[in-house]
C-alpha cells in the first residue's frame, strides 16, 4: 500500500529498543520501563504532574471534567489517585465506567496489578452477566455504564460509591447519557457524591455547561446518602482540568489513492508492515466479526504461503547467494522480518471482538511469543481505554457498525458507517501507549477531513424502550421533561412507549405494571426477549426459552465459514428445523449437553469441531444460561420447566412471537431469489431478507419474527422463528387488528393493518 505522512517523501522505519537475543535474532521490548518499580513507571506518566490539581478539583467541584490526550494515564491512574486520596472510606467505592466490556476487564487487571493486589480484591470488575468484586472489600470498581445504570434500580442513590468517573464520556452512549442525566439529579440530593468525567476528546464546555447547577436548590437525602456533619457542600461549578502531553508520539500516514476494498487494504497493509518496518504488534480495525475473522484467515494463509515460497526458495539452492546481492534480497523477501533483513519472524494473528468469549479474548493482549509479530484484528472494542502491550502500529479502515433506528418502521438496524475524526483520533492512539507508534489510515488526507468532527450520540438514532423502561422503574416518569444532554427524538421516544404498552410492560396511564412491568425492566435483556422468556412459564417451556434467550446473546455458535461454506451448511442441517433458529438452537444445546458440554473435555470440543460450531460461543451461552435463571428464579419460575416430554416445538414459537410480535414479516409474493427469500415487514412495509447465517435462509415460511436486523446493503432478519400469522393479534390484541379502522377486510397482500 501507498502511505505517504504530509511533509515527508514516505514512512520511515521506527526507530526502537529493542534486544538481541542469544540466538541473534530479535526480543521486541514491550515497555521500556518494565525494569522500573510500578510506581515510578506512575510517576512518568503525563497525569502524574496534574495529581494534586484534579485532587483539588475533586475535593472541591461536585463535578470535574477531565481532557487528557490518549495515553496519559487518566483511565488508569485517577481512580488510583481517587482511593489513595481518601475517597473509599467507610466503605464506599470510586466507580470508573467504560463504554464496553473488554475495556472494564482489562483495565481492571492492570490498576490491580499495579496495586498489587489480585483482582477482584481491591480491585474489581462488573460487566453484563459477570461480576468479579468481593462486597466490602472492594474499593475501586471498574464497570460497564450500562451496569452502573442498573445499580440504580436496587440503590437509586449509588449509596455504595464516593465518586463515580464516567471515561470516554465523548462516545454519546445511550446508557451514558441516561446515566449523566441520572447523576446530576442523584447530585441534588448527594451533595457529597463527586463525579468525574473523562475523554481525551470530549467536548469540555459541553458537559460543563450541562453540569452546572449553581441556581438549582439542593434536595439532601437522609440516611447514608446524607452529609456528614459539618461537611461542606462542593461548588455546584464544574472544574476543567486539561492534561497536556502523551506518553509517547505517534506518526499519522495516509493512503495516497482511495482504497476500493478496505478489509484487502487492511491485510496488505499489515503485511507491508511485518516485511518492513521495525519491531512491534499491529492492531488493525475492522467493523465487526465476520469482516475480522475474513482477515485473520486472509493473513495466515499469506503468511503461509509466503512460508512455504521462501522455504522452496531455500530448498532450490537459492540460500547459497551472496549477502547482499540481487538473490540474497529475492531471498529475504518472502521472509518478513522487524525491519531487518535476512531475520526472519512468525506472524501471530489474533482476532477481538465483543463476541469472544474472555478466554479467547485474553489471547490478544497476551505478549506475542519470542521472534514473533502479533497482529490483533479488532473491532471498535479496543478503540478506547484498551492498551495492547506491544502495539507500534496501528490500521485503521475508519468504519465502525452502529445503531441506527428508523422510527417510521420501528425498526433497529446495524449499519457499517464512517467513524468520526474523534474516533479516529482514539484508535490512532492505541499505537502510542508504551511506545512511538504510527497510524496508517486507509483514506486520503482529504477525505479524512471530510469526516465528522464528533460521532452522533446514541440517543439520537437508537431504540428508546429499554431505557424508558429503567427510567419508568427509577420512578421518573415525565420523561420528556429529563434533563436530557441531547434530547432524543420525539418520534422515538413515542414508538418505545407504544412498544412497551403493547408489551404490557405500561398501562393506560404510561405507568410501568406490576409485576410484568418490573420484571421486565430489572430483567438485563431486551424487552421484548424478556417478554418471551417472562411468558414462557404460562406456556411451560421456561428451560427452552432461558437457551434460546442466552444463545440470542452471543455473537453465532456457527464457526466461521471461510473457504467451508459447504461443510457448515451440512453441520447447520444436522440441527436445523422448519420452525427457525430458535428451536435448532434447543437441538444444538441437547447435543452439545450429550457430548458433554461444558465439562466435556476433548469429548466436548471434538464435537464442538465436527460440527463446526463455535466451542467459546457454546460455554459462554452457557453462562449467559446460568446467570438468567437465577434471575427468573427470583420472580417464582421454575427454570427446569420444560416441553421435553411432549417434543412440541409450538410453545416456543408462540413465546417467541409473543415477545417479538413486533418484528414481524409475511413472505412477499415472489420473493425467492439469491439473496434469499424476500420478507415484507408488517411495520412500515419495509423489504426484509433473511440472513444466510439462519436456517430459514432458503426457506419460504408464510411468517416470521425476528430477534434483530442487520443492514448490509440488504436489511436481513437474524434469528429467525416461523410462527402462525394468526398468533399475532391474539398474542398482541394491542398492536395488531384484523381489520382496519373503517372495519373493511385488509388488501390480500397485506399483513395486518394496527
Known sequence: MAFWKPGAARPEPLSLEVDRGAEGGRLVTYNRDENLALAAQRSRLPIFKCRDAILFLVETRATTVLVGQTGCGKTTQVPQYLAEAGWCAGGRMVACTQPRRVAAQTIAARVAEEMGTPLGRDVGYAVRFESVCTPGVTKIVFCTDGVLLRELMDDPLLTKYGVVMVDEAHERSLASDALLGLLKKIQRRRPDLRVVIASATIQAETFAEFFDTRDVPLKPALGPAALAPGARVPSREPGIVSVEGRAHSVAIHYLAKPAPEYVKAAVATALDVHRSEGPGDVLVFLTGEDEIEEACEMLRDAWEEETRAAS???????????????????RTRGEPSNASPGIRSRLVVCPLYAGLPPAAQTEAFAPAPRYARKVVVSSNVAETSVTIEGVAYVIDCLFAKKKSYDASRGAESLLVAPVSRAAANQRAGRAGRLRPGKCFRLCTELDFGRLPEQETPEMLRSDLASLVLQLKHLGIDNIVHFEWLSPP?????????????????????????????????????????????????????VSEMLTVAAFTQVTSVWQSSRGRQKALDEARDRFAVAEGDAVTFL??????????????????????????????ALVRASDIREQLSKHVSRFGLQPSRSIAPAKDPDPVR???????????????????GADGCCFRSVRGGGTLYVHPGSVLFRARP???????????????????????????????????AKRNKSGAEPPPDAAFAF
Open 587 to 616: 437441538n444444538v444445546r441437547a447435543a452439545w449437553e450429550r457430548a458433554g458440554g461444558v465439562d466435556g473435555g476433548g469429548k466436548s470440543r471434538a464435537f464442538a469441531e465436527k460440527n463446526m460450531l463455535s466451542r467459546r
Open 654 to 672: 408462540r413465546a417467541m412471537a409473543s415477545g417479538f410480535f413486533a418484528n414481524a414479516a409475511t413472505l412477499a409474493p415472489h420473493g425467492g
Open 312 to 330: 522452496a526458495r531455500r530448498t532450490s539452492g537459492a540460500t547459497n547467494a551472496l549477502p547482499g546481492t540481487t538473490n540474497e534480497r529475492e
Open 489 to 541: 427524538p420525539a418520534a422515538n421516544m413515542l414508538k418505545a412507549i407504544e412498544l412497551l404498552y403493547a408489551l404490557g410492560a405500561l398501562d393506560d396511564d404510561a405507568k410501568l405494571t406490576s409485576p410484568l412491568g418490573v420484571r421486565l425492566a430489572e430483567l438485563p435483556l431486551e424487552p421484548q426477549l424478556g417478554k418471551a422468556l417472562l411468558v414462557s412459564d404460562d406456556m411451560g417451556c
Open 702 to 736: 408464510a411468517c416470521v419474527v425476528y430477534v434483530s436486523a442487520v443492514n448490509t446493503g440488504k436489511e436481513y432478519m437474524r434469528d429467525v422463528t416461523s410462527v402462525d400469522p394468526e398468533w399475532l393479534p391474539e398474542l398482541a390484541p394491542h398492536f395488531y
